[in-house]
């Protein structure tokens, strides 16, 4: 079974400069699917970020870009030019199939906190 | 339109009660998702529907019941609950198959206290 691990419970930046989540994940897959979806407080989860494992280019979406690391199975988040609503929950998860039907796994999330 | 909508936004039930948690989705999605969500913890799946068949359950205990009558409608029934099942609990819902770009979209969530 595939697995996603999340190591920092929680994070801190500064308003306007950059911070990297980390995730690490475990599967046999070779082509496969990761996310990172951001939770904002009392808000609905959203899509931040895709990456597509048999593209060797990392995925960027605006500030929002990844450090993807196939043979270390490691799919860092960096968040350049913080700003006050990037503070969230930021869960990595793994997009796996069972069944016929896909299913996400997900990291345990990081708690982002971005200071004024 | 790329909403889901969840309703109602909070619910607050006894151990005896019956009620039903409802989802919506009119993005023609195919797949649609049942997690609960503890505070501060990932969301745990639940139920996964594709083309209106119950495709996954995720050992999940049978006061809950999940019911998708349309392609559009997701329900969740429960009864009998215990006030450990309190929670958020989130709908989602995606294309069917396997293509990249199946970004699961999730709804505001449901907050379930079970006193």
Redesign the interface.
């Known amino acids: 079974a595939q697995t996603v691990t999340q190591s920092q419970p929680e994070m801190s930046v500064q308003e306007a400069e950059t911070v990297t989540l980390s995730c690490t994940y475990d599967t046999s897959e070779s082509d496969y699917y990761l996310f990172w979806y951001k939770q904002p407080p009392s808000r609905q989860m959203i899509l931040v970020i895709r990456q597509e494992a048999y593209k060797q280019q990392n995925a960027t979406e605006n500030r929002f870009s990844v450090n993807f690391q196939k043979a270390a199975k490691s799919f860092s988040l960096k968040i350049s030019d913080s700003q006050l609503g990037d503070a969230a929950m930021y869960f990595c998860a793994y997009r796996a199939f069972q069944g016929g039907s896909e299913k996400l796994v997900f990291g345990k999330g990081t708690k982002l906190t971005v200071n004024p | 339109d790329t909403e889901v909508t969840q309703t109602p936004k909070h619910l607050v039930m006894g151990m005896t009660n019956k009620k039903s948690l409802k989802c919506e989705q009119h993005m023609g999605h195919r797949?649609m998702?049942w997690y609960k969500q503890k505070a501060?913890?990932?969301?745990e799946?639940m139920f996964?529907y594709?083309y209106e068949k119950l495709?996954?359950n995720e050992s999940v205990p049978s006061r809950f019941s999940p019911e998708c009558p349309n392609s559009s409608l997701l329900n969740l029934h429960l009864h009998a609950l215990q006030p450990e099942d309190s929670a958020l609990y989130?709908c989602a819902s995606?294309r069917?198959g396997?293509s990249?770009y199946?970004?699961?979209f999730?709804?505001?969530?449901t907050r379930l206290t079970v006193l």
């Open positions: 797949a998702y501060k913890k990932p969301p799946l996964v594709s495709s996954i989130l995606s069917s396997t990249p199946n970004e699961q999730f709804g505001p969530g």
